[in-house]
Nanobody
């Protein structure tokens, strides 16, 4: 059974930083491209950042380029998202899942972690 456990979210002031973590299990993590998604209330999930299985390529949504960094640890089966210079528009629930850009997600969602950026 595929499982994602996201953590690291919280309340932060505009301009602040957070580091999200995702513990993945139940599937061959080292073989899968992975992404961070976010969901605004009443909206569909959107891809924020993606990383290939070998970390050779990454993708970022235009609005987060230069502020967010996606990384992974295939030994620990962990996915990370370093978020700097946070803006109120980044306020959302954040999720991880297998996929790259518009291809995916492939598994059921975890519980997510909330990010709230105050202005």
């Amino acid at each position: 059974q595929e499982q994602f456990v996201e953590s690291g979210g919280g309340l932060v002031q505009s301009g602040g930083s957070l580091r999200l973590s995702c513990a993945a299990s139940g599937f061959p993590f080292p073989d899968k491209h992975m992404s961070w998604y976010r969901q605004y209330p009443g909206k569909e999930h959107e891809v924020v950042a993606s990383i290939t299985e070998s970390s050779h390529r990454t993708y970022y949504k235009d609005s987060v380029k230069g502020r967010f960094t996606i990384s992974r640890d295939n030994v620990k089966t962990m996915l990370y998202l370093q978020m700097n210079s946070l803006e109120p528009e980044d306020t959302a629930m954040y999720y991880c899942n297998a996929g790259y850009r518009s291809v995916g997600p492939f598994y059921s969602w975890g519980q997510g972690t909330p990010v709230i950026v105050s202005s």
